[in-house]
């Protein structure tokens, strides 16, 4: 059972291909590159990689304009570089997923053409189509500020088509059989290649009614339940990662109320509210999502992550908290981006401050569910403002400091490499600090490493420790017999801090400390008094040692009722 559910321990780390190494020379990363660093990667401690898109495109929206869904980009290779690199993955223990953008096409698709040049074509009813166009328009963007309309009119068509997205990524019309059926042939397609499965872009847009007549968007969430049914039919342990950026009531509905829809989903919920907890110290909402996202069924897992290849979207806070989040992180306007989130990355967001870097990764590492990496924060890599919206957190990987940080030999690398400030590639890159035993890369392998010896995490049940100051977070976790417990002070200065670990008898009378020797024993009270750096951050095993010893085989009550949280 725990081999088939291997997401609920793993270290997700996402990269794209055309930014990590270019082995061809002609400043776009390849599958070639990329194998070549597979050893970086699992020294890291990786254990699974998620693929942004590969397959053909005009690349208008950094992949996510599909052209072909059954092939490779030529410039990032071919499908047999691409089986290559799955096998070098096996080889290490190293699962892949990838990409699977559904929820629309790019409009150079050989299904667009076909739709758009007659009414009676095969692949019409494939796309959203009105004759006139309709009254909400102008509703609805996914990129509000650049994109000025939902519907756009294709002269070819004589109609107006919908996009969600920009005008160049035409809707599939989900609702339609057909539509389905080939969602599922090009999830079977990449199974047989090797994936280990797919993080499924936009959901909500991909299982929502589509048309000029839709009010309202009605969700089908049948449509899920096909998805994985298909998906186990052909691997049983393959997984789908979904990109739902939804309200806590709605969770359930996506990973199904008996666990039969998507296997994971990324936690937006707590990802907004971590943020704001990092910019006002202050745990108290951060300790509410978590609380609002705790019901789930066993088999489902949260992502957690900090930053993406994404704006950091604020729209699930508060105003005040969503003004505090941008005065600390992205005060000012070329900062920020669709009049809702922060274009940055992360270490640029804390200032580089390497003690906040750490507090911020730990507390990622820590909560509950499966940690999600973006390539390059491992070694605190940079943004570029001067590149166009999301585009200035998708540079290069910086790997050493030869000409264009070692990504490539061409000239004119796919977007310009970081090359002056404090996070240019003279100062921030892999080879530098992979000998550096105090740098940011070694620090986050020792950090990966511990986190998989933690599986309490991944499996357990967590309960919150209430402490009066809103800057210190406790949260400890219970499966099979042991326990973990977790502190963080979000505060710059010193904070003390006594609480009780909260299981029966003497269970919580000793906490080891799992990064360093600073262990803890309780008074006569039972309680524990720590004194917290600024930014500081504690990773302690209940009891001592030996818990491998006193692991139970099947899931046992300790100092709480018995059943999961949902």
Avoid at 212 to 225: C, G, I, N, T
Avoid at 233 to 238: C, E, P, T, Y
Wanted: charged share 25%; glycine share 10%; net charge positive.
């Amino acid at each position: 059972m725990i081999d088939d559910l291997w997401y609920k321990n793993s270290i997700i780390y996402c990269l794209s291909v055309g930014t990590y190494m270019d082995a061809n020379g002609d400043g776009i990363g390849d599958f070639k590159g990329l194998l070549r660093r597979l050893d970086y990667l699992d020294g890291l401690g990786i254990t699974t990689i998620w693929l942004m898109p590969f397959q053909p495109s005009p690349g208008r929206d950094d992949g996510y304009d599909i052209s072909d869904y059954y092939g490779v980009d030529p410039r990032y290779g071919t499908l047999g570089d691409f089986v290559e690199f799955t096998h070098g993955c096996k080889q290490r223990g190293i699962r892949v997923i990838i990409d699977l953008v559904v929820n629309h096409t790019s409009n150079e698709h050989a299904w667009f053409k076909s739709a758009r040049s007659a009414k009676d074509s095969a692949y019409r009813d494939w796309y959203v189509w009105a004759d006139k166009k309709p009254a909400n328009a102008d509703q609805g963007m996914v990129f509000p500020g650049v994109q000025k309309s939902t519907w756009t009119h294709d002269k070819e068509a004589g109609a107006w088509y919908f996009h969600r997205f920009y005008d160049f990524q035409p809707d599939l019309n989900t609702s339609n059989p057909m539509v389905q059926a080939e969602i599922l042939k090009i999830m079977g397609f990449w199974i047989q290649l090797g994936v280990s499965g797919f993080r499924m872009d936009a959901v909500p847009f991909v299982i929502a009614a589509k048309g000029a007549k839709v009010k309202k968007p009605v969700e089908q969430y049948d449509m899920l339940r096909a998805l994985r049914e298909f998906l186990q039919w052909r691997k049983g342990d393959a997984i789908i990662l979904a990109e739902a950026n939804v309200l806590p009531n709605t969770d359930i509905e996506y990973f199904g109320r008996d666990g039969d829809r998507m296997h994971m989903m990324f936690n937006f919920q707590v990802n907004q509210h971590l943020f704001y907890a990092l910019a006002a110290a202050d745990v108290r909402p951060l300790a509410k999502a978590l609380k609002a996202t705790r019901p789930r069924p066993s088999a489902a897992q949260w992502g957690l992550f900090l930053r993406n290849h994404d704006e950091l979207d604020l729209g699930r806070l508060t105003k005040p908290q969503r003004k505090a989040v941008f005065d600390a992180f992205g005060p000012d306007k070329n900062m920020q981006l669709y009049d809702r989130g922060i274009r940055r990355r992360l270490a640029p967001m804390l200032g580089g401050d390497r003690r906040r870097l750490e507090l911020a990764y730990s507390l990622m590492f820590t909560l509950p569910g499966t940690p999600v990496i973006r390539y390059g924060d491992e070694i605190a890599m940079g943004d570029d403002l001067g590149l166009p919206e999301r585009n200035c957190a998708r540079t290069p990987m910086q790997w050493s400091t030869e000409p264009h940080g070692g990504f490539t030999k061409s000239e004119k690398p796919c977007l310009p490499v970081i090359e002056k400030g404090p996070y240019g590639f003279g100062h921030v890159n892999a080879a530098e600090q992979r000998r550096d035993p105090n740098s940011m890369l070694n620090w986050t392998e020792r950090i990966i490493r511990m986190r998989k010896e933690v599986p309490e995490i991944g499996w357990g049940d967590f309960t919150t420790i209430s402490v009066r100051d809103p800057a210190i977070l406790i949260i400890r976790y219970d499966w099979r017999n042991n326990s973990v417990m977790f502190v963080h002070n979000l505060k710059q200065r010193p904070r003390e801090v006594a609480f009780r670990v909260g299981l029966p008898g003497d269970a919580g009378k000793l906490l080891v400390n799992l990064l360093s020797d600073d262990h803890s024993r309780s008074d006569g009270r039972g309680r524990h008094r720590l004194v917290m750096e600024g930014y500081g951050y504690r990773w302690y095993r209940v009891g001592g040692l030996d818990y491998l010893l006193n692991r139970s085989d099947i899931e046992a009550t300790l100092g709480r009722k018995s059943g999961h949280p949902a």
